[in-house]
């Protein structure tokens, strides 16, 4: 069996229609509790999955029933945190189309690409290996994948891999490598008429890069980006197909045009932060004048532009949280995204967060500004507070209620906890 944890994963059913096309018959689950099976793959796409113990239970079970469990997805970029606190069989590590193959022909585990697994108090990795060819069979598409809903999109894919961006935050680069890998458009559209075939009325492409499709570092191929967004539009319609994440260092006036009449019309910022010196820390290489410019270009092809921040970041002052809020009621976006920096593994986030002393930890010093009686960390504070300015800073502000000031400050405490858990995990299995 192939699962995840509440989705239909992407890479779950990647690996499911892998299984299939090699003569077996899989199943493929969002409710974990229903996994079983001599052999079960796992998809975790959180660290939290680490410290749920409804997911160490279906390992555990799992593994009493005899079967072996597997575990892959992004949770995978830190297989000694997996290994530690799940204890699995094996763990697939980053890209997982070739190690599934091997397992499911009964290869050694030593000589599988991209696996990690304990051996008495050792962990065995064994060689990384990026898969040159992405012709893969179609996913292993569920029945009623027409019921899922991902930020209002059924499921969302895959249409290349790698990021030349350094952000250092994010784990892309570092798992899917620097240098773009793409597939081959047919592939892709037959894809996407499968998808739809099942049901799927809106579909998303990865985020991170979506316009990237085909470029090299330097040189964003726009031809080939607009053909993409023509080729899934003409089978889904053009207000049915998602593109939420584009480098503001990658648009241009025919993206945007095609965005704008192939899409449901949004573009997603990764700003990060108003603060120079913030975004050199994060090595986010996009400077605030090529996002204001971007967004400027946006309104005048009618499209609606939204952007993400990232609060608390080792080195975020006063000043520079002051800076990101100024930011934002300077560009008026449509919709904005915040969340408190976490640190995944692979990523310089994460090794900075190692070596930081916990007294200069944003997401555990107590606030004791005006928000000092919500009993808040500053990272929390600054995130529930850029919330509550973000709906006063669109273009249309909206007042803020007592349901929404709740939900606000509800969202800050849970990223807050999860961050420091996530941090926790880091700390022990990365410091030494």
């Not at 069989?89 to 599988?112: F, K, Q, S, T, Y």
């Not at 570092?217 to 539009?233: P, R, Y």
């Not at 990060?272 to 204001?292: A, H």
Request: aromatic share 6%; with cysteine.
């Amino acid at each position: 069996m192939v699962g995840a944890p509440g989705l239909y994963t992407y890479g779950a059913m990647r690996i499911g229609g892998i299984i299939r096309d090699a003569g077996l018959r899989p199943q493929i689950t969002r409710n974990i509790s229903q996994l079983h099976g001599d052999q079960v793959f796992l998809s975790l796409f959180s660290t939290l999955h680490l410290l749920d113990p409804a997911v160490k239970e279906v390992v555990k079970r799992i593994q009493q029933k005899g079967g072996e469990c597997i575990i892959g997805g992004p949770v995978s970029s830190g297989p000694e945190m997996v290994l530690g606190e799940l204890h699995p069989d094996l763990v697939v590590c980053g890209e997982g189309e070739e190690a599934v193959r091997c397992i499911i022909n009964g290869v050694d585990p030593d000589d599988c690409p991209n696996c990690a697994y304990q051996a008495d108090d050792k962990i065995i990795k064994t060689e990384p290996k990026r898969t040159q060819d992405l012709s893969f069979p179609l996913p292993l598409i569920p029945d009623d994948i027409g019921a899922q809903d991902i930020r209002g999109a059924q499921t969302y894919i895959e249409t290349h891999r790698g990021c030349f961006g350094r952000c250092g935050f994010c784990q892309v680069p570092r798992v899917f490598g620097r240098r773009i890998r793409s597939r081959e458009l047919d592939e892709i559209l037959k894809e996407v008429r499968a998808f739809q075939k099942k049901g799927v009325r809106r579909l998303a492409l990865i985020g991170g890069t979506g316009s990237l499709y085909r470029s090299k570092e330097g040189e964003v191929n726009s031809d080939a980006f607009i053909s993409l967004l023509e080729g899934i539009s003409s089978i889904m319609g053009s207000k049915n197909v998602s593109c939420p994440d584009i480098r503001a260092d990658c648009l241009t006036d025919e993206v945007l045009e095609a965005v704008r009449a192939h899409t449901i019309g949004w573009i997603f910022f990764g700003i990060e932060s108003g603060s120079e010196k913030m975004l050199g820390l994060m090595q986010k290489g996009i400077p605030i004048d090529k996002v204001r410019d971007a967004i400027e270009q946006c309104r005048q092809y009618g499209v609606k532009p939204a952007g993400s921040f990232i609060i608390g970041y080792p080195g975020e002052e006063e000043e520079d949280f002051q800076a990101t809020k100024d930011l934002m009621e300077e560009l008026a976006l449509d919709d904005v995204f915040i969340s408190i920096a976490e640190p995944i593994p692979t990523t310089p986030l994460a090794e900075v967060v190692c070596s930081q002393n916990t007294n200069d930890d944003l997401v555990s010093i107590p606030h004791t500004g005006e928000y000092a009686g919500l009993h808040l960390s500053e990272a929390e504070a600054r995130a529930f507070d850029l919330m509550l300015h973000a709906d006063m800073c669109r273009p249309v502000p909206r007042m803020t209620q007592d349901v929404t000031y709740n939900a606000y400050l509800e969202e800050a405490r849970k990223q807050g906890a999860d961050i420091r858990n996530v941090t926790r995990l880091i700390r022990i299995y990365y410091s030494a």
